[in-house]
């Protein structure tokens, strides 16, 4: 949430920085339109510059002081930059040195001050109680015990409130200072599940790693953030396993990407892309929706539930492409090559994945995105999160229409548990890297390989 902050911030500052400047030093200069294209320049660079620098890589962002050092270095080397361009574009655009000069010090002011103003809220907000995230702490050595002690004396308070305690030293539950202590691993995940934890952290330097495997496969079916606590004081370790969270340094061993306004981009894009989609598509889904209903009997839309981000289950869209009742409750059979269950019309709709197009109704519902991984039947995923390893990591975005693994082969039936770990590992391998020019990448590929492309039926 802060970073995200942090990010409009500063695009807010240097914009107003910029036109400040133009405003003082243009007095005897029209407003050019390549004038603001060159203000327009300095603000993308900026932020490009910004995130070259890592000023916001952290999860939990430096404020204040912290934060102004490598904030002005940037902006230093942004107007560096803007002075070659400057010098090689003397005239033409309506912006000169003093514009530069004037521009590279308000703007510096202005980023000063909004990094003390952005500290300021944020001690105001965990002091009032607002961000604190609930936390179930693991201790396994003795050695976690003072590391523990200050967890809970609340080092950082209003940021994150110890709820619960799994101490593998001891020999029985207790209670210390109002918060339950337990020694099993099994009644410690029973309990994060009912409090409805969803950060688990284990502390210590010397955790052991047999104990630390039975607790993250504990919580394999479930969306919990598991993550090492390394030392309080915090120290420079490596990236990008070790971030700074919470104002702690911590080894995320299971952690969910980024939320919140970070994913904003990406929800702007889908719901920009969906709405255009059905616009133009309209005629089209009419169409198909009159086929399906005229060619066999049954509603033409078929719903199913699906798991959505965090295992959130949903309805979904799709054409109907199997005869009415083809399925039995409780089970579900994938479609396989020259399947009696489908339909002549849901063959072709398979083949061509037209069948899809109603779930650009669920994109503007929120419950899915254009890009992402393939959302299995219910039923597929109580089979295989217990074959296929980091099965369930899927849902920790939000599922897609198409994703990178269907366009690289992983289409349609995953008759064999290999094919299922094959679309897994590249549902995995988007998650870690994806980026709006992926995205990009992977939708013209879908709309490219949808007509000709082998798997479905």
Known sequence: MLTAASKISDLVLIASGAVIAHALTASNMPHTSSGMLF???????????????????????????????????????????????????????????????????????????????????????????????????????????????????????????????????????????????????????????????????????????????????????????????????????????????????????VASPERGLALLPKAVFDRVFALLALLALAPLMAIIALVVKSTSPGPAIFRQYRKGVDGRVFTIYKFRTMRRDADRPGTVVQARVNDPRVTRTGRLLRRTSLDELPQFFNVLKGDMSVVGPRPHAIEHDDYYKDLVQNYMYRYRVKPGITGLAQISGFRGETSQTEKMTGRVRLDIHYIRHRTFWLDLKIVALTVIRGMTGSGAY
């Open 39 to 253: 203000i327009l320049l300095d603000v993308v660079l900026a932020l490009l510059i910004l995130r070259i620098f890592r000023v916001y890589r952290q999860r939990f962002p430096r404020t204040g002081t912290a934060a102004i050092v490598p904030t002005l270095a940037a902006w230093l080397a942004t107007q560096s930059l803007m002075f070659l361009l400057v010098c090689a574009f003397p005239d033409g655009h309506g912006m000169g040195v003093e514009w530069l000069v004037a521009s590279t010090v308000i703007t510096g002011i202005l980023l000063v001050f909004g990094k003390y103003v952005l500290s300021i809220a944020q001690r105001w907000l965990g002091a009032h109680g607002y961000g604190q995230v609930p936390v179930a702490i693991a201790a396994f050595c003795a050695d976690s015990h003072g590391l523990v002690e200050q967890i809970v004396a609340r080092k950082n308070p209003g940021i994150f409130i110890p709820e619960l305690i799994l101490d593998a030293g001891t020999t029985r539950d207790t209670v210390v200072e109002g918060l339950p202590v337990v020694h099993e691993i099994e009644t410690f995940a029973q309990l994060v599940r009912g409090h409805r934890i969803e950060e688990v952290w284990i502390v210590g330097p010397s955790a052991n790693q047999g104990a630390v495997g039975q607790l993250v496969s504990a919580f394999r079916h479930d969306f919990v953030n598991i993550r090492v606590v390394s030392d309080i004081g915090g120290e420079n370790l490596p990236e990008p396993a070790i971030v700074d969270y919470m104002g702690l340094r911590v080894l995320n061993l």
